[in-house]
């Protein structure tokens, strides 16, 4: 109607048009972009100030992770590497995150499909390549089993997801950890470790002298696929929505019981593939603690919080989390400031991002 | 297999889960969901062993961890209440936030990795009752936990007092049923809502304090492990009623007891560690069904 009248009457002067165009851009911009540099600057000021306040010079040390993170090729192949499963794991939250399922259970999928996958390449005999896929594929059965546990439990008994698969990582870290340390322990070794995979059944390195392995096609492929779904699928679409209104969604005909179901099965099968890339690609073997230590299940949730459960900002997300983590270790290395210091910042930089809406004075839906 | 020493360990090993969960259900009453009871106990835990190594005293320990978690407390609140963040994002970003401070903190202050233990950590002294620690059995099972673990049966009674007999409680539970009617009759919902996480931060310090100074003497990174999370749901197995809240704990207290004492026994440690999430996911459960069988009888 608007641009019928504007039409048949005296069209806007272009000025005009550019002016409401950047307008709108803007407003986009201050609600989407600002709140999270806002939540980035004011991380790295109050990390500054710990650093400032502990004796170390604040510069100096955000210098020494930049050089760390992206200096030489060493550092930048390390950044990829350790971004790899935070990526992953991201994708795999963000997934369930963006249905409005609190999927905090990533952590034990990914341990269980990673060690799904190593009983079977070690117990089943098959021609290499099939052996993989096999290996492969029950690592996502498994993790996405374990997943649609925690889903169910919520549309059958209408117990939160976001308790249930939090607990049931505890369940998976002791079973793996007991595994690892009992039946499949590594015969006449003196670590917490299992035997190692057939050289044949290893996926290939791309860089020879780093553990960048072709796990990242793998995860190149789960973020493409990932956002074509979204883009291009209904139950993309249905996700989104079942997310952003849930009665909404409902009230359009999508199935919620079975929407819960499907979302957070596919999110624990991309969590166990995450598993058998890192242990297919990287460890060669189940080793105690490796896969939990790091905490790529967290950093790649803070990923997908930080990126809003956009798949492009994942990758994002997940690349800055792993170059603060990566260039922190190089930065010990060169100051007295302990690794540490990068999981305050990155803490800081999901709280400041949690509280973005307050920030952009956009007042959301009153969720206490 | 149950006996006197397992019943006492019981009481011992609630303390912290009960603490915390008394400091869930007052949020739960003016409905604010708390998720964050794990990061401020994680926060308590840290700051009593770092206070009494270097005071000399657990009781100042306790007190310091009893303030950090009044104040990581009120910064949730400023989150959730001030700038309307989402609870559960925010709740999880406070329990990172915890994790990655105290382990920044025992780097840089301790030098440690994993753990700090040192003689200079002063922890919580056993206390026996008078009378009760002379009557068999009772005396075995009830006496000889420190103050901390008698402070929180206490509270209990406290708690409910305040909720159930107290103007601030009625308000609460006013704020809890409907904070919009609460508003209209002159009810501050904003200041209860601060007053209730702020109650829950000092409860939740003090029952890190316990964990860290009252059952072990010495910091483990993340020592906290999930046992704000089982405070959680012992709030909603207690149905954020004291006793009920009590009810709950001692359940999953008994299930840490049992968990510890198969670990010296049969069980891998590996194993035994994941009884108590496993007994507090399956009651989460049967609790679920039976609410849903009693509403359904109720819908006929």
């Known amino acids: 109607m608007a641009t019928d009248l504007d039409n048949t009457h005296s069209a806007p002067p272009k000025s005009v048009k550019v002016t409401r165009w950047l307008l709108l851009a803007l407003s986009g911009w201050r609600e989407k972009i600002a709140p999270l540099l806002i939540a980035l600057f004011g991380s790295f000021l109050i990390g500054g100030i710990l650093i400032l306040l502990s004796g170390d010079n604040p510069l100096e040390a955000y210098a020494a992770i930049l050089k760390g993170a992206f200096g030489d090729s060493f550092g930048i192949a390390s950044t990829i590497t350790r971004g790899l499963p935070i990526i992953g794991a991201g994708i795999a939250t963000g997934w369930a995150f963006r249905a409005g399922l609190i999927n905090l259970g990533v952590e034990g999928q990914l341990l269980l499909g990673a060690l799904a996958g190593y009983v079977v390449s070690v117990s089943v005999s098959l021609s290499p390549f099939l052996l993989l896929s096999l290996a492969i594929l029950m690592s996502m059965v498994v993790g996405g089993l374990w997943s649609l546990l925690c889903g169910w439990f919520e549309t059958k008994f209408d117990v939160p997801i976001l308790i249930s698969s939090l607990l049931m990582n505890f369940l998976a870290i002791g079973f793996v950890s007991y595994m690892i340390n009992f039946p499949l322990i590594e015969v006449g070794g003196s670590r917490s470790q299992t035997a190692m995979i057939a050289d044949n059944l290893r996926l290939p390195r791309l860089v020879s002298g780093t553990s960048l392995s072709v796990g990242l096609y793998f995860i190149i492929g789960l973020v493409i696929i990932a956002i074509i779904v979204l883009r291009r699928t209904a139950y993309g679409f249905e996700l989104t929505m079942f997310g952003a209104n849930r009665e909404f969604a409902i009230y359009t005909g999508v199935n919620p019981v079975r929407m819960t179901l499907v979302t957070m099965f596919i999110s624990g099968m991309m969590a166990g593939m995450v598993g058998a890339i890192m242990v297919f690609g990287v460890h060669f073997r189940m080793i105690d603690g490796a896969l939990t230590g790091p905490g790529y299940a967290w950093t790649g949730m803070m990923a997908a919080i930080l990126a809003n459960n956009n798949p492009v900002g994942i990758v994002v997300g997940g690349l800055f989390l792993s170059a603060i983590q990566t260039g922190s270790a190089a930065m010990e290395r060169a100051h007295s400031i302990p690794f540490e210091i990068s999981f305050v910042v990155q803490a800081i930089i999901i709280l400041l991002v949690a509280g973005r809406e307050g920030f952009s004075g956009v007042r959301r839906r009153d969720t206490i | ?300």
């Open chain 2, 1 to 300: 297999m149950i006996d006197v020493s397992l019943l006492n360990s019981t009481f011992r090993l609630i303390a912290p889960i009960l603490l915390a969960a008394l400091g869930g259900l007052l949020c739960e009453r003016v409905l604010v969901f708390n998720i964050a009871l794990e990061g401020t106990m994680l926060m308590g835990a840290f700051t009593a062993v770092a206070t009494s190594f270097y005071t000399g005293s657990s009781m100042a320990g306790v007190l310091a961890a009893a303030v950090v978690g009044l104040l990581f407390s009120l910064l949730l609140g400023v989150f959730v209440i001030r700038l309307r963040s989402d609870a559960i994002v925010a709740g999880i970003a406070m329990n990172l936030f915890a994790a990655g401070l105290t382990t920044f903190l025992l780097r840089r202050i301790f030098g440690r990795r994993g753990y700090f233990k040192d003689p200079a950590i002063v922890g919580l002294e056993k206390l026996e009752i008078p009378i009760i620690s002379k009557i068999p059995y009772l005396g075995d099972i009830l006496s000889g936990h420190s103050w901390v673990v008698y402070a929180s049966w206490v509270l209990v009674i406290v708690i409910w007092i305040i909720l159930f007999k107290q103007v601030i409680g009625l308000r609460m539970r006013g704020v809890g049923q409907n904070d919009f009617a609460a508003e209209t009759l002159g009810v501050n919902v904003i200041r209860i809502r601060y007053i209730a996480l702020a109650f829950s931060g000092v409860l939740c310090g003090i029952a890190g304090a316990q964990l860290s100074l009252g059952q072990v003497t010495l910091f483990v990174e993340n020592m906290s492990a999930g046992r704000g999370w089982i405070a959680v749901v012992a709030v909603m197995l207690g149905r954020a009623h004291p006793v009920g809240v009590f009810a709950a704990s001692l359940l999953f207290g008994f299930a840490e007891a049992v968990s510890f004492r198969l670990q010296g026994m049969m069980l891998p440690h590996q194993i035994a560690d994941t009884i108590p999430y496993l007994i507090t996911l399956a009651a989460l459960i049967v609790l679920q069904i039976t609410r849903s069988r009693r509403n359904s009888v109720i819908a006929n």
